[in-house]
């Protein structure tokens, strides 16, 4: 526990909860970003495995509208820098049992958005790795972009909604032992 925290368990509950109400707030809206991203990826998998479409027309629900946008390397590595951000700001709030899931998130999301910087290099350079044609990520080796990408944001996403769930549960928990 930070020293920031342990001062503030010292405030009189009410003003914790003020607190709490701030970080539990932008936590919400941090949620529902991820969320809609989440959908994204979902969507694309479905259009691809069950539409029978090919992975370079599964654009999401976003592609649908704007197939450029979609496409574009800068607002994949724009949104991975401000989903890491995200998950290191609102961290020194979780606590308890969420904490350990909130650490393997942030953790799997380093790698996500290292993969998005080195797309984004090679975009910005013209030199593919590994010979490519195009930009490609080093789990790209393995697996295929569609499909990675869908694999990485469930790694993150999956322990991000756990570590929530137990943050609202805790908090839930210890106001009712104090009330």
Known sequence: MTYIHQLEQRKPFHQQTVVFSLHALALWIYMVLVLGHWSEHVMQIYQVYILGWLPKQAGGILGLWYPWLAAAEILHFTYNALQLAGLVALRSGIRGRARPWWNV???????????????????????????????????????????????????VFLPTVIAVVFYFREFKQQNASRA
């Open 105 to 155: 998130a942030l953790g799997a999301q380093v790698w996500h958005f290292f993969e998005h910087l080195l797309l984004q290099v090679q975009w910005l350079t013209g030199y593919y790795l590994f010979g490519a044609s195009q930009q490609m990520g080093i789990g790209q080796l393995w697996v295929p972009r569609l499909e990675l990408h869908f694999l990485y944001n469930l790694v």
